[in-house]
């Protein structure tokens, strides 16, 4: 089809917006990069923009030199690891059966599955829970309260009803194929896309966790990297990292600036190099269900 003039200017004004609105969203993380390896002075003083000035890297000498963030730092590379694969295991062994039609009962399961997306016990009656299971304290603590999102059980649901010809489940059927085959050999091998969007989404949501953290862990060895952040960044406890008796206080006060950026960039940088990996993925998974018919 051939564009019209007002086509035209319609596609032009897209682009414009999309090129400004991605300028928008990229220049914060464009900034933050800069101002971890220039000099803190010079950030405190406004005069970063666009490239660093006065290169340094003491932000990450500090940080890369302190073994309670690099302690932290395998921590949350653990509970992400772990606690990804779990989710994966807990979400598809929820739905791939409520996506069947002939298990009895599945719209039963749905609605009390659903029902706890709306409705909790609230923050004391789950932590007396967790209490009285004796996760207190322990690394399974970050894992089990978090073991399936009601919200990926449906989008996976979704995907297993709608992505998965019944047919060809039935053909499997017909040749022998148990529930656990089919499973196995059929529907997860054609699920690749829905499966990493759930790596996706489940193991940012453990490598930002931090409140699970705060609430049920009292040994600073088990921290995730995240409530050391939540430190550095909010409560501002820098004493361990900034060796005050050897510098001024405003020298201090420009190590921790330094460190805060830094520390921004180290915690992000996996998820960065992650994501466009599995962009792909990610849009089909965002389109689950769109298309009707």
């Known amino acids: 089809m051939l564009e019209t003039r007002s086509d035209k200017i319609t596609e032009a004004v897209n ?9 928008i969203v990229l220049y ?10 220039s000099n803190p002075e010079s950030v405190l003083r ?10 340094t890297f003491v932000g990450y000498e500090r940080i890369l030199g302190n073994p309670e963030i690099m302690r932290s730092y395998g921590n949350t590379i653990a509970y992400t690891i772990v606690g990804t694969a779990v989710n994966l295991v807990m979400t598809i062994a929820a739905a791939y059966p409520l996506s069947r039609k002939d298990f009895a009962g599945r719209g039963l399961f749905t609605a009390l599955i659903v029902f706890t997306m709306f409705f909790s016990g609230g923050m004391i009656p789950t932590y007396l829970i967790i209490k ?19 919200w990926n059980v449906i989008i996976m649901r979704t995907f297993f009803t709608t992505g998965i010809p019944v047919e060809m489940q039935e053909a499997a059927a017909m040749d022998g194929c148990t529930n656990m085959q089919l499973l196995m050999r059929i529907v997860l091998p054609l699920s690749m896309p829905v499966i990493a969007v759930m790596v996706l989404f489940y193991s940012v949501g453990h490598w930002n966790a931090y409140f699970n953290a705060l609430l049920y862990l009292n040994d ?4 995730p990297l995240q ?9 501002g406890q820098m ?5 005050v008796s050897d510098d001024s206080l405003a020298r201090s006060m420009m190590d921790a600036e330094a460190i805060k950026y830094a520390a921004v960039i180290v915690a992000n940088l996996p998820v960065l190099m992650l994501y466009p990996f599995l962009q792909k993925y990610f849009v089909k998974g965002v389109m689950i269900g769109a298309v009707k018919g």
């Open 239 to 243: 004493q361990e990292m900034v060796d």
């Open 132 to 150: 009285k299971l004796g996760l207190l304290g322990s690394f399974w603590v970050m894992i089990i309260p978090s073991a399936v999102s009601v």
């Open 220 to 223: 600073r060895g088990m921290y």
């Open 227 to 235: 409530l050391i952040l939540r430190e550095i960044l909010v409560q």
């Open 28 to 37: 914060p993380l464009l900034f933050v990069l800069v101002a971890s390896i």
């Open 15 to 23: 682009y414009a917006l999309l090129t400004l609105i991605s300028l």
């Open 46 to 55: 406004g005069e970063v923009w666009l490239w660093p000035k006065d290169i």
